[in-house]
């Protein structure tokens, strides 16, 4: 049986392994010299969620907001985003990917989910659904982490 001090070791090694794997096997259409994760998060989070201020995606990120501004800088003038006023407050922008990202954003979403499809049928249904309860405790691990003080 796993002690905390080897599960605290194993998540981020797991997840890590796990995240690189699946980039591996769907492909990117950035390469790390061109976007660094930080940016492919934002542009994920703002794809999912476009008119997104940047505030609030840097709450979501977990990032400090003169960070998430840096980011979104540096997306604008590679032109994979948008940031324009919220017209309801000026001093608020609101954030839109690019049409050209847009695309790619959504193809890269539909050939994770084919691979992750893929994956899930070769699991039975035990394995299924212990990972269903995996996932329920990440989120719940990742709700307390968000709630904590830095």
């Keep these: 049986m796993s002690t905390h001090t080897d599960l605290a070791a194993d998540i981020p090694r797991t997840l890590g392994r796990f995240r690189r794997q699946l980039r591996r096997a769907v492909g990117t259409w950035y390469s790390p010299g061109r976007l660094s994760e930080s940016q492919a998060e934002l542009l994920r989070l703002v794809s999912h969620r476009p008119g997104v201020s940047v505030s609030v995606a840097a709450a979501e990120l ?9 980011l979104v800088t540096k997306l604008c003038c590679a032109g994979l985003l948008e940031r324009t006023p919220d017209p309801a407050d000026r001093r608020v922008s609101r954030l839109r990917l690019t049409e050209s990202a847009q695309q790619v954003m959504d193809a890269t979403a539909h050939l994770r989910r084919a691979v992750l499809t893929d994956l899930l ?21 990742t709700k307390m982490l968000q709630e904590r003080k830095p």
Excluded at 62 to 70: D, I
């Design 62 to 70: 977990g990032l400090v907001p003169n960070t998430a501004s840096t």
């Design 121 to 141: 049928d070769e699991l039975d249904e035990h394995q299924i659904g212990v990972l269903a309860q995996g996932l329920e405790v990440l989120e719940t691990m």
